[in-house]
């Protein structure tokens, strides 16, 4: 029997789980400032439009990282390898004269994005791979032997 069954069986919910509470008045909050919106409008923020999905999957001997960028080209999309972070960032251009023409739903962002994964292992920066097909990015980076160890000892140097 877990600890939040047994607090659960005891207490009213909002003393088993004190994060509901608050969790509920956050929600309320945003339903108030967000209600008198059209239903068809997103409270997205651009950033957040133009963030991109991401899966991460570990094997014995690598990451596997894949990048959902539908309608990028490769040379649209930058990847780097950076003190055991991975950085993939690009810029969507989408071209439409708001002046001229009447939109009446715009969902499709444009603009620069960036998403940066810290990784839990180390890393051999010389062997990592990157592919492009299809809008999606799969990037592959190599483990480290395991007993390799980046650390050194440090010399102190006297005066």
Same mark, same amino acid.
């Given at each position: =029997?877990?600890?939040?069954?047994?607090? &659960?069986?005891?207490? +009213? %919910?909002?003393?088993?789980?004190?994060? /509901?509470? /608050?969790?509920? &008045? %956050?929600?309320?909050?945003?339903?108030? &400032?967000?209600?008198? /919106? +059209?239903? $068809?409008?997103?409270? *997205?923020?651009?950033?957040?439009? =133009?963030?991109?999905? @991401?899966?991460?999957?570990?094997?014995?001997?690598?990451?596997?990282?894949?990048?959902? %960028?539908? #309608? /990028?080209?490769?040379?649209?999309?930058?990847?780097?390898?950076?003190?055991?972070?991975? *950085?993939?960032?690009?810029?969507?251009?989408?071209?439409?004269?708001?002046?001229?023409?009447?939109?009446?739903?715009?969902?499709? &962002?444009?603009?620069?994005?960036?998403?940066? @994964?810290?990784? *839990?292992? +180390?890393?051999?920066?010389?062997?990592?791979?990157?592919?492009?097909?299809? #809008?999606?990015?799969?990037? *592959?980076?190599?483990?480290? +032997?395991?007993?390799? $160890? $980046?650390?050194?000892?440090?010399?102190?140097?006297?005066?």
């Amino acid at each position: =029997m877990s600890i939040r069954s047994v607090l &659960a069986s005891r207490y +009213p %919910l909002s003393v088993a789980d004190p994060f /509901l509470s /608050l969790q509920r &008045a %956050l929600q309320r909050s945003v339903d108030e &400032a967000w209600g008198g /919106l +059209p239903a $068809n409008w997103s409270a *997205t923020t651009e950033a957040a439009a =133009m963030s991109f999905a @991401l899966d991460v999957k570990e094997d014995d001997s690598a990451f596997h990282v894949s990048a959902e %960028l539908p #309608g /990028l080209t490769e040379k649209e999309v930058e990847v780097s390898f950076d003190d055991g972070v991975l *950085t993939i960032r690009g810029k969507k251009e989408l071209t439409r004269d708001e002046k001229k023409e009447t939109w009446h739903i715009v969902e499709r &962002a444009s603009g620069s994005f960036a998403r940066r @994964l810290s990784l *839990t292992a +180390p890393v051999d920066p010389a062997k990592i791979e990157a592919s492009f097909e299809k #809008g999606i990015l799969s990037v *592959t980076l190599p483990k480290l +032997p395991q007993g390799t $160890n $980046n650390a050194r000892k440090i010399d102190i140097k006297g005066a």
